[in-house]
């Protein structure tokens, strides 16, 4: 008894004791918590569908025993009376470690939602791929530089002077790189908002092909003459894109005329030759046929219809079909294809 009572920096040995009791106790209870969590979770996990249960898993492993031993160490100091130079050194190391598991716990978040994204586009959009990796990089890069930041602001360092270096100089190098940055966000607005992947089909402005490469910087494009396009992601963005794969299906319109000599009757029954055709063709879906105006030298009729597969080739063939049977019908039928006539008309006198 006389030897723990006995004091030692301002406490007994039975404090000093009490204290390390605790701070033991409280390790053990975080550290078999942590586990068992850790045990469900990683169960819960591999039976549901949803990433919420990963990405906790992914973060409780993240946790460092520096973190508990230094919780575990405050709470323990409880039992025992310190010096106020000693509480504000403990309590500041404690600061320390829950920034830098703060940082941690941030870093695993960072990265599961990242490498997530990765696999789930590794089979839809591989060129993608690369511009995601370096976005996470770029993440992790500035999480860390706010994690030093806030580290050496809590030493004391004066960190005013470098924060205000560091805006300026980040305004220095953005002036002289904007042009690569407006082509690195626009990749990265291609990436997360996905106008088009790698194999769609798209037209700009005059310049149409099949997307082979997006990058960085520029978007590659296969066109249909063999040569390949290459666009900066900026400028591909600020332009008027279309995207024929995204088609349910294709609206066709076409024309044709017929002679002026075309009788009334004649006239109307194109009408129900045309539809009658074109409803009867595979994948075609009629949608109208008219008599649309009087040109220099023919009847003119518009015709639209769909086509229920996007495909071009697809598309030609349907057409292709409908030109051979309404050529077939017209010359049943007596109806006269018309061609640029001029009809001269000489009195005499």
């Known amino acids: ?20 009791g605790i701070f033991i106790a409280t390790f053990i209870v975080v ?22 249960d990963d990405l906790l898993v992914y973060i409780l492993k993240s946790t460092k025993t ?10 323990a100091c409880s039992a025992v009376t310190l010096k106020p130079s000693y509480e504000a050194l403990l309590l500041k190391a404690l600061i320390l470690m829950l920034i830098l598991q703060g940082g941690l716990w941030a870093n695993a978040g960072t990265s599961f939602w990242f490498n997530h994204n990765i696999q789930k586009r590794m089979d839809q959009d591989s060129a993608s791929v690369t511009t995601i990796a ?42 002289a790189v904007q042009n690569i940055l407006g082509d690195l966000l626009a990749s990265l607005s291609i990436v997360l908002d996905k106008p088009f992947v790698v194999g769609d089909f798209i037209v700009v402005d005059s310049l149409m092909g099949t997307i082979e490469h997006i990058g960085l910087k520029t978007t590659r494009i296969r066109s249909l003459g063999g040569e390949q396009l290459i666009f900066s992601n900026n400028d591909l963005l600020k332009s008027r894109v279309r995207n024929y794969k995204r088609m349910s299906e294709r609206r066709v319109l076409f024309s044709f005329g017929v002679v002026y000599q075309t009788s009334l009757e004649k006239l109307k029954r194109i009408k129900e030759i045309v539809s009658d055709i074109i409803i009867k063709v595979e994948k075609a879906r009629f949608d109208r046929v008219h008599f649309k105006d009087y040109g220099d030298s ?12 996007p495909d071009y080739n697809i598309y030609m063939d349907v057409q292709e079909a409908i030109n051979h049977e309404i050529f077939r019908r017209f010359a049943e039928e007596g109806i006269e294809f018309a061609y640029p006539t001029q009809t001269i008309f000489m009195q005499k006198g």
């Open 66 to 75: 520096f973190t508990i031993l230094a919780g575990s160490a405050y709470i």
């Open 298 to 309: 023919s009847l003119n009729f518009e015709v639209v219809y769909f086509v229920s597969d």
């Open 31 to 52: 550290k078999s918590v942590q586990k068992v969590a850790l045990r469900r979770l990683s169960r819960l996990a591999a039976t549901t569908v949803t990433h919420i």
């Open 134 to 175: 370096l976005l996470g990089f770029m993440a992790r890069v500035s999480l860390w530089v706010i994690i030093l930041l806030l580290l050496l602001d809590n030493l004391g360092v004066n960190i005013t002077g470098l924060v205000a270096g560091l805006g300026i100089g980040g305004i220095a190098v953005a002036l």
């Open 1 to 20: 008894m006389e030897l723990l009572g006995k004091i030692y920096f301002g406490n007994s040995i039975q404090s000093w004791l009490v204290a390390l």
